[in-house]
């Protein structure tokens, strides 16, 4: 399975944007899947994870109440919207998925990653 992150910019403090991450060469359909991130110096932080169904999601405290993890399995993909960006949300974002059951905030527990993509939030 390959993952395709898109969907990074440059936007103001207070402004919106959705990634996406795209599957190819496989079905994500039955794997759990989240998001990552990285910024300069840092290491890299849970953000996001849903399960394969949808059905059960778990947020970093850090973003809750202002993303939203989603996913289209008919579609092979998965979202992340994000509104009320904040500078501290600048990173390199990751979107990974996971053969494991339930809920996964390690990404220890991810077996296939795609590559980053930028967001930068200026205020």
């Known amino acids: 399975v390959q993952l395709q992150a898109s969907g990074g910019g440059l936007v103001q403090a207070g402004d919106s944007l959705r990634l996406s991450c795209a599957a190819s060469g496989g079905t994500v359909s039955r794997l759990g899947m989240g998001w990552f991130r990285q910024s300069p110096g840092k290491e890299r932080e849970f953000v996001a994870t849903?399960?394969?169904?949808?059905?059960?999601?778990v947020y970093a405290d850090s973003v809750k109440g202002r993303f939203t993890i989603s996913r289209e399995n008919a579609l092979n993909t998965m979202y992340l919207q994000m509104n009320s960006l904040k500078s501290e949300d600048t990173a390199v974002y990751y979107c990974?998925?996971?053969?494991?059951?339930?809920?996964?905030?390690?990404?220890?527990?991810?077996?296939?990653w795609g590559q980053g993509t930028q967001v930068t939030v200026s205020s």
């Open positions: 849903i399960t394969w169904s949808g059905g059960s999601t």
């Open positions: 990974a998925a996971t053969l494991l059951l339930r809920t996964r905030t390690s990404g220890s527990d991810y077996h296939y």
